[in-house]
């Protein structure tokens, strides 16, 4: 199975930018990389995805290695609403999506 | 509102017994998937179908059922061959396979 990699949690303080990295390095050609996020029991909500060039939206922005090996989601400035478990996907036969363990993002005021 | 609902949001049952947990969506989306998520775990996918009369197993089918007769409905059934059903299941639909999903609030499933 396609694999991705993340740090168990991550800090971030109010109104400050995060980088939140992942590593995929056995991503094929055709794997989308995904970015979904999750409070606690709530279902996950859609946050970005992208497949070689780095992709903006009005939640995050995406950056993507040039060997697609690892990917990066950018929130540029994080709030006490950003706190959540964010998951890197891959999407390896369109539309399958697994799931690994995720950052739990932490925002301090 | 357009969106995914599932009910009910607790259900409790006893071992042995089947259970059907209701998902519907009024998004007109073709794809519809089913998860199941362990306590600080990611979700694992249990059924997606593609379209109405079609569906396909996941990681973990072994023990579940589902049917889609409606396209905005995916019923997931839990038998009582699944050997560790409590957990928390969440039905997730999409424009088609290729993006994004949407997700509906779950529903936590205890059964003793």
């Known amino acids: 199975d396609a694999k991705t990699t993340q740090p168990n949690s991550m800090e971030s303080n109010e109104e400050e930018p995060v980088h939140l990295p992942c590593n995929h390095s056995t991503i094929s050609g055709t794997d989308y990389i995904h970015w979904y996020r999750q409070l606690p029991s709530q279902g996950p909500e859609y946050v970005i995805h992208g497949l070689t060039s780095n992709v903006n939206n009005r939640m995050a922005s995406l950056a993507i290695a040039e060997d697609r090996k690892s990917s990066t989601l950018i929130l540029h400035r994080a709030t006490l609403r950003d706190a959540a478990v964010y998951y890197c996907i891959l999407d390896i036969q369109g539309g399958k999506l697994i799931f690994g363990q995720g950052t739990e993002l932490s925002v301090k005021p | 509102d357009g969106g995914i609902t599932q009910s009910p949001k607790y259900l409790f049952r006893k071992e042995g017994q089947n259970v059907t947990l209701s998902c519907e969506q009024n998004l007109n989306h073709d794809a519809m998937y089913w998860y199941r998520q362990d306590p600080g775990q990611g979700l694992r996918l249990i059924y997606y179908s593609q379209i109405v009369n079609d569906f396909q197993k996941g990681d973990i089918a072994e023990g579940y059922s589902v049917s889609r007769e409606k396209k905005e409905s995916f019923p997931l059934t839990v038998t009582s061959a699944q050997k560790n059903p409590t957990a928390f299941y969440l039905c997730?639909?999409?424009?088609?396979?290729?993006?994004?999903?949407?997700f509906g609030p779950g529903t936590r499933l205890t059964v003793t």
């Open positions: 997730a639909s999409s424009i088609d396979r290729e993006l994004e999903q949407y």
